[in-house]
Nanobody, 125 residues
């Protein structure tokens, strides 16, 4: 499984960004895809999860209503749209994938064996 993030950028508070996670080597429909973020000297924080088996989505309370997955077509890797960004959203964002159905147990970094290298998101006030 290979995951590569794209969409890094710097935006002003209130702005938007779209992140992509380009994945290969896994069977779509059997994996859950998640976004985590991390700032230096802090633990990796779960942000959201997308279940490829049923297209259900789950979000942490800190981003619910501002961030959302979207798909251009059936069985395509979902985009991750972030809006109303604030300085607290500044972090390195990593996508992760694992054979989890319905994102069950998918809010913990230890649940994932497959990670991208990350893409930096910076929000200025």
């Amino acid at each position: 499984v290979t995951l590569v993030e794209s969409g890094r950028g710097t935006v002003q508070a209130g702005g938007s960004l779209i992140l992509s996670c380009h994945g290969s080597g896994f069977h779509y429909g059997s994996y859950s895809l998640a976004w985590f973020r991390q700032i230096p000297e802090k633990e990796r924080e779960w942000v959201a999860c997308f279940s490829t088996s049923n297209q259900r989505t789950y979000y942490s309370p800190s981003v619910k209503g501002r961030f959302a997955f979207s798909q251009d077509g059936v069985q395509t890797m979902p985009l991750f749209q972030m809006s109303d960004l604030g300085p607290e959203d500044t972090a390195m964002y990593h996508c992760a994938a694992e054979r989890l159905r319905g994102c069950i147990g998918g809010s913990h970094p230890g649940a994932y064996n497959h990670w991208g290298r990350g893409t930096q998101v910076t929000v200025s006030s």
